[in-house]
């Protein structure tokens, strides 16, 4: 009889190993940050069986799930063969049948192993209650400026950063998601709760001014509010320098490119049509600097220049040298700490 346990049980345990047998798809989505994903079912396979299921009855679901599943358990075991030292966890999406097919398998052939009760709906539960109940402690300095004045750059390179774009993978404009794989709400509050938990005994967290929405995930209340109350750097950079930028984060590559093309068309409010047109052949002719500087004089300035005067700052720095800009924030950072 294979034993369950909790999700706070489960993540009290030492040495362990998660598997993850949902499809690929719903791995993808969200998992346990550490997870190995070994579907019991394709993406493909799960839609089959769910048809059968809806059209002609559980049994027979049952029956297909259980033809595919001797085909599945070269994986199953190579996903585990090199962990017999370790407390095996394996979970669906709610406790189910699949993992306790799994996790049977592996209990017969010796492994010490455990359903995880609740599948992933109960881990889901458990990062949004943290999170609803999340103390942070540390004060927030964030960075604002227009579009590719390097406030990414400043992240990699400075301490005790939280860089929110990374964990949605989106930056945050229409444009925001080109060349990247935005995560979703649930993959985002998961990497961001551990995050804060690495961040939480600091004096102060560095993160960048953000709309309360970065692409379509949002930031939790309790976080937008602090960065509102928090230390505001105004980051600066000349024009030709941000173009520079522009081109090299999103026309380094053919997909960047067509992505761009596809995108522009739709961008509304401050720039016109005869001025889409104008990027639209600059890009075609791969003058791309020219282009990159119409986007940002005619489009994002005048877009968020705006949100920008609705701001106060203490400080002002310019980042037209990464390694100088770098150096000016250690500094503010430095005579900060002794106000924290």
């Not at 396979?45 to 059968?52: A, D, L, V, W, Y």
């Not at 390097?150 to 400075?158: S, Y």
């Not at 649930?186 to 804060?196: A, I, S």
Request: glycine share 6%; charged share 30%; proline share 3%.
């Amino acid at each position: 009889m294979v034993r369950k346990i909790s999700v706070e049980k489960a993540f009290s345990l030492q040495n362990t190993l998660f598997i993850d047998v949902r499809t690929p798809k719903e791995y993808a989505e969200d998992h346990i940050l550490g997870a190995v994903n070994v579907p019991l079912l394709d993406d493909q396979e799960r839609h089959e069986i769910g048809i059968i299921f809806k059209q002609q009855s559980r049994e027979k679901a049952i029956e297909r799930g259980m033809e595919l599943f001797p085909a599945k358990i070269p994986s199953i075991h190579n996903a585990v063969k090199d962990h017999r030292d370790k407390n095996i966890i394996v979970y669906c999406a709610r406790g189910g049948m699949r993992s306790k097919i799994v996790a049977s398998l592996l209990e017969s052939i010796g492994y010490n192993v455990l359903q995880l009760d609740g599948g992933y709906k109960s881990f889901r539960h458990h990062i949004l209650e943290e999170l609803n109940n999340f103390r942070l402690k540390p004060q927030i300095i964030c960075l604002y400026g227009l579009t590719c004045t390097g406030k990414t750059d400043l992240l990699k390179n400075l301490p005790n950063a939280l860089n929110l774009e990374d964990l949605a993978q989106h930056r945050g404009s229409l444009y925001g998601g080109v060349g990247l794989k935005p995560n979703s709400q649930k993959r985002f509050e998961n990497l961001l709760l551990q995050r804060l938990k690495e961040l939480n005994e600091e004096k102060f967290i560095i993160t960048e001014g953000e709309s309360r929405k970065i692409g379509d995930v949002g930031i939790p209340a309790f976080l937008y509010a602090a960065m509102k109350k928090g230390t505001n750097i105004l980051v600066k950079r000349s024009l030709g320098r941000r173009a520079e930028e522009v081109v090299w984060e999103y026309f380094s590559t053919p997909e960047k490119v067509q992505e761009i093309k596809e995108i522009t068309p739709k961008l509304k409010e401050v720039i016109s049509g005869k001025k889409k047109e104008e990027v639209l052949e600059l890009i075609e002719n791969k003058h791309y600097l020219e282009a990159a500087r119409i986007l940002l004089e005619q489009y994002y300035d005048l877009r968020y220049a705006h949100h920008l005067n609705k701001q106060s700052f203490s400080y002002e720095i310019n980042n037209d040298v990464l390694e100088e800009g770098i150096k000016k924030i250690k500094k503010i950072i430095n005579l900060k700490r002794g106000c924290y």
